[in-house]
């Protein structure tokens, strides 16, 4: 990255946060209303590169926290063990286990909403990952 | 039985650990597998035979197939399952002498005994395909044991000559196979041989009947595809006596013998069967004349041996029958035996040219002996089993419907050359005048006489004890014909025709044996011939196979993207725009539904951005211009009713043009590379894609939509997933397993791409740094 | 409205399928990008079109009422633009890898394997070699 805009910085560190929380509010409510998962994911993974363009690559890392690689792990992983779930309890692999009471805001809850959880953190993962290794070669 | 085939599987598996283990000599320990089975079933024996009882197992395999593991023990399975054992327990002990030193004489044990376990599978099963499976693992290791001398160039021709023409008309078997179970209904062959009316009269028996009987004459090496089994002899000896001679070459005559209630007794069947075993039986006994190796020579006369057999079943009466079961007894012990001691002789002088062999008899005498023995049974003597398998082969011949001077004048030409053969290949070596050959010939251990002595010894008791072998024969024979009959044997049935005949066989042979050496010399016009024989077509045919193979690899693969692309392109709108054209009468457009005025202007903009991007020469405008195309495409989803589409769109695109930003300046400046007459014929191909797709659009949508899972989905998003969003729904509930592999591809990409970027190029450069370090060593050390 | 999307259809194919018959690399890949995105918008075609009528189940209601946009075709496309990402970017980096390594964009300098690598010993002695004679 060639010099830093200053504008961009400035837009990047107000709207990353606005972006990261609608990500999550589109990852919960995807079930009933617009979004879901990959859309989740794209924005969050959207929010970090606006960062990164702003303020380099090593800043979005560190702000971050975690390495992109292990994001899509723990991604597969989570979504892998919410299907495994329901062998718990003698289902079949896959089947959607409801929590019987609603939360506020979310609605209700069961391992679909998981498995978003981890279609959301491996498509910020990989978005992430591929960004990041591009913009640092 | 299953346990049978399972512990065969198994036991190989572990013996490369046992060889290491046990050394050369444990083919001792290695034969105590089929010995094991050849005492099981001998226990079975009198309740198979005696009674005419049937074993059965079956287990569910492939349900929706319809594929059992179905077995069926009866008393053709019995003779094939005691000769398969018996043979293979001599030959393995065989294996640890002849091949004692030789590297991979482990693998050896390994491969004979899978085939042993595979060809017990192919007599044992009682459904087509489970036969089927085993059949190819037959010729699979046959392949590798004849090409088990890799690193000769003529074995590994053989073996994949072998190879092509088993496996070819294994494709043909399989097939037959599938059609005849389609028309009997079933796959278990038990099943099937009781329905055999229903399978003759099908208007799809000649093709059955022809398929199957392609498959079978490739393995048992008939007329024209007999020229495999001889070039295969250069699989070692042991393989060539067990596989070339007493049991694999015979699959294809047990598949005839198994299949005969069904197939069988049509004009057809007699006319193919006999026809060609007849031609083969003729075929192998000619060429054998003017061969000098004797293991040649015993291939030849298998062949011939294969050829009487397949003859007398196409015969398919009851004593016809009962003549070819005989015969694979008989040939399977003395043609097992005579390969055996083909070997030891091979061992013991280094040499198989039998011009070069002779007085052996006191140097190996135990070899010797077994020799003798075999070698009568092979010419027809009395009182061995051949004898008595040749004098119901005459007798079921007088009895058939051939013309007789025809069918006797061929057996006893047939008859007269395997005398002569038997001869040259177990008398000569051994008692004819010294000569020289490679080595002094020296001892042979036990390993080598064992077998032989055991095999040929066995032919020469039954013979004189027929009752003895009455039992097996007569459960073979019915469970072919499936009605009950009785065999009688004895060596002297009184002055008969057939005794004439066997004498003016011995009589010709004798005379064969005395001026052999010119029988020889005139056997030399076979090589004369061969450029217009079947295997020389083999040769041509595979040569014109592998330029055809090369021209098209060079013509299509021929590396060039925009190539492919057309082919592609082309190939497509030739056959989806002949399907189209071809249905116009029923074909309409329509049902465009209206159009609004922003509508238009999204729609324009994007055909712009898209007849312009080839003509851009800056990479940011042509990265600007896509981006137009691909938030056009937001807006379409929009207002089409997709807002989760639009969104992920949007955020695609987005990043989209990020990656391109981040990697633009790393790629190469567009440059003009195609002159402008190819660009225009690529111009034309690509609006004939395009013309393709909008004519699909349009027709497709001009029809009513068939209801399809959508409503399902519609209706149960919310009672049984809990979601409204019927899209998220079904990417997380209801199609779910198929969201986890994509997100699996995704994280797979990610990968690729990190791996591209960070290892291979680092990795490249390392290597060649090493390189250039070493050169610079070598370079400091020459100053 | 069909006609006019069948006509942008008809149109990103033609002009997809022309780039990816060009020799330069960065064309053939902005070709792959067209493609994926007409594609897409052929498969959304096919599963008709509906206005302001998404596939979302409206509160107090159990089931979509017709007419309904068709969510089938969604889901699929949906996943189907994130894979093609992916693809995009694997494509990307392998082409800036095989541009750095071997120093051309050309695909029919690319056809054999046995092109030299920049980093190639041999890869600066050939150009000199050249530049010799």
């Keep these: 990255m060639r010099g830093r805009s200053e504008i961009l910085a400035t837009a990047a560190r107000y709207l990353m946060p606005l972006l990261i929380v609608f990500s999550i509010f589109l990852l919960l409510r995807g079930h009933n209303e617009i979004g879901g998962g990959f859309v989740g994911g794209l924005v969050a993974s959207v929010a970090i590169v606006l960062y990164m363009l702003a303020e380099g690559v090593q800043a979005a890392r560190d702000l971050l926290k975690i390495e992109p690689r292990l994001l899509i792990a723990i991604g597969l992983l989570v979504a892998l063990s919410s299907a495994m779930l329901a062998w718990m309890v003698n289902q079949p692999f896959m089947t959607g286990l409801w929590w019987k009471h609603p939360l506020p805001v979310v609605g209700k809850v069961g391992t679909p909403l998981v498995f978003d959880l981890g279609v959301y953190l491996t498509v910020m993962g990989t978005t992430l990952m591929i960004l990041f290794t591009l913009a640092e070669d | 039985m299953l346990v049978i085939i399972l512990s065969g599987f198994i036991f190989a598996a572990l013996i490369p650990w046992l060889y290491r283990r046990f050394g050369p000599r444990s083919g001792w320990l290695f034969a105590l597998l089929p010995l094991s089975w050849l005492v099981y079933l001998a226990g079975q024996a009198p309740f198979i035979l005696g009674q005419g009882q049937v074993i059965e197992e079956r287990i569910s395999w492939m349900p929706s197939l319809g594929v059992e593991l179905a077995f069926r023990l009866d008393g053709l399975g019995m003779l094939f399952a005691l000769l398969i054992t018996g043979i293979g327990a001599l030959v393995i ?70 190879l092509l023409v088993t496996a070819g008309g294994g494709l043909a078997l399989l097939a037959g196979l599938v059609l005849l179970s389609q028309v009997a209904g079933s796959g278990l062959i038990s099943v099937i041989n009781q329905n055999g009316a229903v399978v003759r009269n099908s208007p799809l028996y ?5 398929l199957i009987l392609i498959g079978a004459f490739t393995k048992s090496a008939q007329f024209p595809f007999h020229f495999w089994l001889p070039n295969a002899m250069a699989a070692p000896t042991p393989v060539s006596a067990y596989l070339h001679s007493a049991t ?42 003017g061969q000098r190796d004797l293991k040649r020579l015993l291939a030849y006369t298998t062949v011939g041996a294969l050829g009487t057999m397949t ?123 010294a000569q020289d050959v490679p080595h002094p010939p020296h001892p042979v251990s036990v390993e080598f006489w064992l077998g032989p002595l055991i095999l040929s010894g066995l032919g020469l008791v039954v013979g004189v004890i027929p009752a003895l072998t009455i039992p097996l024969i007569q459960g073979a024979a019915q469970s072919v014909l499936q009605f009950p009959l009785k065999v009688k044997l004895a060596l002297w049935h009184g002055m008969t025709p057939v005794l004439g005949l066997s004498l003016l066989t011995m009589g010709l042979g004798g005379l064969g044996w005395a001026i052999y050496r010119s029988l020889w010399q005139g056997g030399r016009i ?34 060039y993207l925009r190539f492919y692309v057309m082919t592609i392109v082309l190939t497509t709108v030739l056959l989806t725009g002949f399907t189209l054209l071809s249905r116009l009468s029923w074909l309409g457009v329509g049902g465009w539904g209206s159009i609004r005025f922003y ?28 981006g137009m195309i691909g938030y056009g495409l937001v807006l379409i989803y929009l207002i089409y009713s997709a807002p989760d589409l639009a969104m992920v769109q949007f955020a695609i695109e987005t990043l989209t043009v990020i990656l391109f930003v981040l990697a633009v300046y790393r790629l190469p400046k567009f440059t003009l590379l195609t002159p402008s007459p190819t660009r225009f014929l690529d111009l034309l191909v690509a609006i004939a894609g395009g013309m393709l797709m909008t004519a699909l659009v349009l027709v497709v949508t001009a029809r009513p939509m068939v209801p399809h899972i959508s409503d399902y989905f519609a209706q149960n998003s919310l009672t049984l997933a809990n979601g409204r969003n019927v899209v998220n729904v079904i990417l997380v509930d209801f199609r779910g397993l198929d969201t986890l592999g994509e997100i699996t591809v995704l994280a797979l990409a990610g990968i690729g791409v990190y791996a591209l970027v960070r290892l291979t190029l680092g990795r490249l450069m390392v290597h060649f740094e090493g390189l250039e370090e070493e050169e610079e060593v070598e370079h400091e050390r020459a100053l | 409205m069909t006609l006019a999307l069948a006509l942008l259809i008809g149109v990103l194919f033609t002009i997809a399928l022309y780039l990816m ?17 007409a594609i897409n918008l052929f498969i959304f075609t096919l599963g008709r079109l509906v206005r302001g009528r998404p596939p979302l189940i ?14 089938l075709p969604q889901a699929l496309i949906l996943t189907a633009i994130v894979i093609s990402f992916g693809v995009t970017a694997f494509a990307i980096a392998l082409m800036r890898q095989a541009y750095q390594v071997l120093g051309t964009s050309d695909l029919n300098e690319l056809r054999d394997t046995d092109i030299q690598p920049r980093y190639h010993p041999d890869y600066h002695h050939a150009e000199s070699e050249e530049e010799g004679h």
């Design chain 2, 311 to 433: 003859f007398l079943l196409g015969l398919s009466d009851a004593l016809a029958v009962k003549a070819a079961v005989l015969y694979i007894l008989a040939h399977g012990l003395y043609k097992g035996a005579l390969f055996l001691v083909a070997g030891a002789v091979d061992h013991s002088t280094g040499t198989r040219d039998i011009e070069r062999l002779g007085n052996l008899a006191s140097t190996v005498p135990q070899v010797a002996l077994a020799a003798l023995l075999a070698g009568i049974s092979m010419a027809g003597l009395p009182p061995a089993l051949g004898f008595l398998a040749k004098e119901l082969f005459f007798e079921s011949l007088m009895e058939s419907t051939w013309p007789l001077y025809l069918s006797l004048g061929g057996a006893i030409l047939a008859g007269a050359i395997n005398f002569v053969v038997a001869a040259l290949v177990a008398f000569k070596p051994f008692w004819g005048r």
């Design chain 2, 248 to 289: 694999m070459v015979k699959a294809g005559v047990f598949l005839l013998a198994r299949l005969t209630p069904v197939l069988a007794e049509t004009p057809l069947w007699q006319m193919l069967v006999s026809g060609v075993g007849f031609l083969t039986l003729l075929t192998g006994a000619l060429l054998a004349l």
């Design chain 3, 58 to 71: 409206p509160a107090g209601e159990t089931a979509l009422q017709p007419p309904y946009a068709d969510p």
């Design chain 3, 21 to 37: 018959m060009r020799r330069n690399l960065v064309k053939v890949l902005i070709g792959l990008i067209i493609l994926s995105n």
């Design chain 2, 206 to 210: 000649p093709m059955v009947l022809l």
């Design chain 2, 93 to 162: 002990i065989y294996g640890g002498g002849y091949l004692d030193g030789h590297p991979y004489q482990g693998r050896f044990f390994v491969l004979i005994t899978l085939f042993m376990v595979a060809m017990l599978g192919v007599v044992l099963s009682d459904h087509l395909f489970l036969l089927f499976i085993f059949w190819e693992l037959t010729s699979i290791t046959s392949f590798l044991l004849i090409g088990f001398e890799h690193q000769r160039y003529g074995a590994r021709a053989a073996a994949w000559q072998a």
């Design chain 2, 526 to 559: 076979w090589q004369k011939l061969a450029p217009v024989g079947p295997a020389h077509l083999y040769e041509v045919g595979l040569t014109g196979l592998r330029r055809f193979a090369a021209w098209q690899t060079r013509v299509l693969q021929n590396g």
């Design chain 2, 599 to 626: 509508e238009v202007v999204v729609v324009a903009l994007m055909i712009m951005a898209a007849v312009v991007i080839p003509r851009l020469r800056s990479r940011l405008a042509t990265i600007a211009t896509m």
